[in-house]
């Protein structure tokens, strides 16, 4: 068969392309500490291993979510286009851009996971969770907490008017002696 320069073209491509690490599925196999994990990655349908990979956090100077890290998490590992080398030691000056997509200018990502993996979320406009049972909900106006043992630490905590504690409204509530917090007793 007769073959043109487009089709030589497209070979050369996919070559490359075959070649070229860009973003891989990935494992966590250990957790080294919270910016920095051993991760299994597959590629072209072999494990690989990589270590001591930076992670890639939600954090901004003024605020950061911190999500757990243990082994078995998925995630997918992102090969950067230049050396990072100097940008991760804080050098943003100049970098020398030795490398290109390269297994150590690597970062982890948290939260790519199989289909049959993956959490069925709550409806909501943030909702924050763990497998075990506790939950911050934000929808709207409102939001619910929801968890075994609830905590509220804080130099001044305000909860309105209508605080209910056990369903019955604080505020309103009485003592068993008919006197009205003497001599002091707990909430019926």
Same mark, same amino acid.
């Given at each position: 068969?007769?073959?043109?320069?487009?089709?030589?073209?497209?070979?050369?491509?996919?070559?490359?392309?075959?070649?070229?690490?860009?973003?891989?599925?990935?494992?966590?196999?250990?957790?080294?500490?919270?910016?920095?994990?051993?991760?299994?990655?597959?590629?072209?349908? @072999?494990?690989?291993?990589?270590?001591?990979?930076?992670?890639?956090?939600?954090?901004?100077?003024?605020?950061?979510?911190?999500?757990?890290?243990?082994?078995?998490?998925?995630?997918?590992?992102?090969?950067?286009?230049?050396?990072?080398?100097?940008?991760? @030691?804080?050098?943003?000056?100049?970098?020398?851009?030795?490398?290109?997509?390269?297994?150590?200018?690597?970062?982890?990502?948290?939260?790519?996971?199989?289909?049959?993996?993956?959490?069925?979320?709550?409806?909501?406009?943030?909702?924050?969770?763990?497998? !075990?049972?506790?939950?911050?909900?934000?929808?709207?106006?409102?939001?619910?907490?929801?968890?075994?043992?609830?905590?509220?630490?804080?130099?001044?905590?305000?909860?309105?008017?209508?605080?209910?504690?056990?369903?019955?409204?604080?505020?309103?509530?009485?003592? !068993?002696?008919?006197?009205?917090?003497?001599?002091?007793?707990?909430?019926?």
């Amino acid at each position: 068969m007769d073959k043109n320069c487009n089709d030589s073209i497209e070979k050369v491509l996919m070559g490359f392309s075959a070649y070229t690490l860009v973003e891989k599925p990935c494992k966590v196999v250990n957790v080294n500490s919270q910016y920095s994990v051993d991760i299994e990655y597959y590629d072209n349908g @072999e494990k690989d291993m990589l270590y001591n990979v930076p992670v890639k956090h939600l954090q901004t100077k003024n605020a950061y979510i911190f999500l757990g890290l243990k082994p078995g998490d998925c995630g997918t590992v992102r090969f950067f286009d230049n050396d990072t080398e100097d940008y991760y @030691e804080g050098k943003t000056s100049k970098n020398p851009e030795i490398r290109k997509h390269d297994i150590n200018d690597s970062v982890f990502s948290v939260g790519f996971y199989p289909r049959s993996e993956q959490y069925v979320f709550n409806d909501g406009d943030l909702v924050i969770a763990t497998n !075990s049972g506790a939950l911050i909900n934000l929808t709207g106006g409102e939001i619910k907490i929801t968890g075994t043992n609830i905590t509220v630490t804080g130099s001044n905590v305000e909860l309105g008017e209508n605080t209910k504690i056990d369903g019955r409204i604080f505020l309103e509530h009485t003592h !068993s002696n008919g006197n009205n917090g003497s001599p002091t007793g707990k909430v019926i």
